[in-house]
C-alpha cells in the first residue's frame, strides 16, 4: 500500500513540475508573436498573455481575448494555434495558400473556426482545420487532406 501511495504521490508531483502556466507582460511575448497580434488581432481587446513552461523550460506562449479567441505560439513566436471557439472566425488569408484554395472550392460557404499547427520537425507536419460546420480537416506537409471527421 505504501509503494502505491508513494507512485501516485510521484505521479503528482511530476505532473505537477512537469506543465506550468503562468501570465506574463507584453514585453516577455516573443517578438514575432506580438507582430503577429498587432497585424492580425489589434482590434481584439483586453489581451492576456501567458507562459507555459514544461519542466522549467519555455514550451509555448498564449494570449487570450475578452472574446474568446487564443492564440497559441511556439517558443521561437510562430502561430501554433488560432482557436476563435463559435464566437468568430478566422481570417483565411492566414491559412497557407494551398489550404485556403482547398477551402475556396471544397467547402465556400463555411468559415475556420479553429487553426493548428502540429510540426514535429522537417520530416512531419499536420494542420488541422475545424469548420463552423464541424468538420475538422487534417492537411499533411503537402496540403494534402489526410483526414476529414465530423
Known sequence: MRKITAFIMCMIFAISVSAQVRTISKDEFPAPAIEFVNIWY???TNPVYFVEYDFKRVDD???RFDNGTKLEFDKQGNIKTID???NDTINKKLLPIKIQKYLSIKYPNNSVIEYTVDDYGHRWVEYEVDLNNGLSLTFNKNFKVTEIDK
Open 42 to 44: 489589434s482590434n481584439y
Open 61 to 63: 506562449y498564449e494570449v
Open 84 to 86: 476563435c471557439g463559435r
